[in-house]
């Protein structure tokens, strides 16, 4: 240690650690206390645990061991640096001091990998020689002898790493390793499934317990990921795999995305003939749920599908998220028909035993399914049975999901104001489960719904929160939605071009991620921008687009040196004609000619299928039967001069 300040700041800080374990030294203790510090090099945690001892003994005292234990380190030939090794003599030294059964707990406290609480070291390290009842007295010795730290109300325990890895090569010493691993992996399975019931399953629990259950099962993630390393390296397939599908905080919803496919895969990796045929299906269910966050779409829909085929019958609520999983992954890969069967099925499984939370979901599903098929009122009204069913349940993050949906309903029927207000009422509840993925989502939608309401600084600032977020959790799909909703706000901008770069990046983007189908939205665009700009600017803007990284294409909008205009926001009720988009009106007029759809399909060069969405759009939106009243509106709106 170097004398000067540094030394005076060592001494300090050892005469107060003093004073806080009841020792106050004087006078006449200052030059043992200034060879003890020299002895330690100043190494605050080597001053703490001698502090903790002057109760005991004295400062020359603690010194001359500490000389004796730095001796017989150096002579055992330990190549560690100096300042290590007089770091190992103070822990060696101070965990000799130790009782028996103080150095057995110490050692079996390094089995946890964060902090933990009482109960949690009693369920863990209760074993013969400690007994239950002996780990409160004994783990607040630890704490006054400074070897386990703890918050001021003491709820809370954890260990220095230092003090971490000495306890741990001490428990490999007892031959205690593979007990106290294997003890730990167990009581984490059993702690994670009662937080996993509590959050999702049980009925009629209120909404701040189900969050304490979330909180909890999120602290515990560090020591989940030390217990399912045992898993791994012990082979013990079974608790390895039950761990990971009891547990929110591997999963979107608890924020984080996609860790659970590396765990699931090493695990099944390791799966032999003992395995349950049941308990391989369970898991991958969420695989699948950690393929689809990580935009794996094929895999995540043949990983569902082989769980659903291997699930029990006892497996309610597994089989509905699959259901509910599947829709979400088919419609992401633009197969709506194929969707339809699933929701229907998952909201039969979920109505049939009264789960509310997946009843919540099969009817999102629905309302999704026909809100892609342009049945908007049947979209409205499943959205709305979802709302309630999830409030029934009173989970914030299905509460968020169906109220989103909702949104999207209303952005599709033209009423902005009310799409905004559902996508914000979504946030504080998304904020509160720390769910940083969909909170991405919500407010990339926000931030599209804000341009075309033409309030262009709060479209910024939530698509620029959105793809921050969407970068932060690597979500691909994520940063696509808000090239999207950045393409939308360019063009209210006036920027054209900027639209169409920014939705060829993102077109480009799905792509790599599976979703070949185009958009209406991006359909729409290009014909805008082939009627202002010519078919050669816009194919040259599109290809160039497409090749610009994510990153370029969203800094082109966000800062780019265009003047914003400020305009006043749309009115909160449009009339007809502003309802239907600029596709939806071209196709109403081809109407009034009576083309076919696939006719209508090949002018436009888009496929009928896409032509009959946007007809069922038209009549949602009129309030229109039939292609007849349709070319009726049109004519009469050509012959005003309006279309």
């Not at 234990?69 to 770091?87: C, D, E, I």
Request: aromatic letters at 4%.
């Amino acid at each position: 240690m170097r004398g000067g300040a540094a030394e005076v700041e060592s001494v300090q800080l050892f005469l107060d650690r003093a004073a806080a374990a009841g020792t106050k030294l004087g006078p006449d203790s200052l030059p043992d206390v200034v060879r003890l510090c020299r002895a330690l090099d100043g190494l605050p945690l080597a001053l703490e645990l001698a502090a903790a001892r002057t109760s005991l003994l004295s400062p020359g005292q603690i010194a001359d061991r500490i000389d004796d234990r730095f001796s017989l380190l150096t002579t055992g030939g330990r190549t560690a640096p100096a300042r290590q090794r007089t770091l190992l003599a103070a822990v060696e030294w101070s965990y000799d001091l130790l009782s028996p059964k103080e150095q057995v707990l110490l050692r079996r406290l390094s089995v946890f990998a964060g902090a933990f609480d009482l109960d949690l070291a009693e369920q863990v390290c209760a074993e013969r020689p400690i007994a239950e009842a002996e780990i409160v007295d004994l783990l607040g010795g630890l704490v006054d002898k400074s070897l386990v730290l703890c918050d001021e109300r003491r709820t809370r325990y954890w260990l220095l790493q230092t003090i971490r890895r000495y306890a741990q090569e001490r428990l490999q010493e007892a031959g205690e390793r593979e007990l106290l691993r294997e003890r730990h992996l167990k009581v984490m399975c059993e702690l994670q499934e009662r937080h996993f019931t509590t959050e999702m399953v049980a009925p009629g629990v209120p909404w701040p317990e189900r969050l304490r259950a979330l909180s909890a099962s999120k602290t515990l993630l560090d020591d989940q990921r030390v217990a399912l390393d045992w898993a791994v390296e012990s082979g013990n397939v079974p608790l390895g795999l039950r761990l990971c599908t009891i547990s929110t905080a591997l999963l979107p919803l608890g924020g984080n995305l996609t860790e659970i496919v590396g765990w699931i895969e090493r695990l099944l990796s390791l799966a032999g003939p003992g395995v349950p045929a049941r308990q391989i299906a369970h898991a991958k269910a969420y695989l699948a749920y950690g393929l689809e966050a990580r935009d794996e779409l094929s895999r995540s829909l043949e990983a569902a599908r082989q769980s659903l085929a291997g699930l029990a019958p006892d497996h309610v609520f597994t089989r509905c998220v699959m259901h509910s999983l599947i829709v979400v992954v088919l419609l992401r890969m633009g197969r709506a028909d194929e969707a339809l069967h699933h929701a229907e099925e998952g909201l039969a499984v979920a109505t049939g035993s009264g789960d509310a939370w997946n009843q919540a979901a099969g009817l999102a599903g629905l309302s999704a399914v026909a809100l892609t098929r342009g049945r908007l009122r049947e979209a409205q009204r499943h959205g709305e049975e979802a709302l309630l069913r999830a409030r029934e349940h009173g989970h914030r993050w299905i509460m968020a999901r169906t109220a989103a949906q909702l949104g999207a309903v209303a952005e599709a029927r033209g009423d902005l104001v009310t799409a905004k207000a559902q996508y914000e009422m979504a946030v504080p509840w998304l904020r509160e489960l720390g769910s940083d993925a969909d909170l991405a989502r919500c407010l990339a939608r926000i931030g599209r719904v804000a341009a075309m309401l033409r309030d262009f600084l709060a479209a910024r600032e939530r698509l620029a929160a959105s793809l921050a977020l969407s970068r932060e959790t690597g979500q691909r799909q994520g940063v696509a939605r808000c090239l999207v909703g950045l393409s939308v706000l360019a063009e209210h901008e006036g920027d054209l071009e900027g639209a169409v770069l920014a939705a060829a990046a993102a077109a480009a983007l799905r792509e790599s991620i599976g979703q070949h189908h185009a958009t209406i939205r991006i359909e729409e665009l290009l014909g805008r921008a082939r009627h202002k700009l010519g078919d050669g600017r816009t194919a040259s803007l599109w290809s160039r687009g497409r090749a610009m990284s994510a990153d370029d294409a969203a800094r082109h909008v966000l800062q780019g040196e265009r003047q914003v205009r400020q305009a006043q926001p749309v009115p909160a009720e449009p009339v007809r004609r502003s309802l239907l988009t600029a596709r939806e009106r071209e196709i109403a007029g081809l109407l009034t000619r009576g083309l076919s759809n696939r006719a209508i399909a090949e002018e436009l060069v888009i496929s009928p299928a896409t032509v009959a969405r946007h007809i069922a759009n038209i009549m949602e939106k009129l309030g229109y039967t039939s292609r007849a009243q349709i070319a009726v509106w049109a004519a009469e709106q050509a012959s005003n001069g309006s279309a």
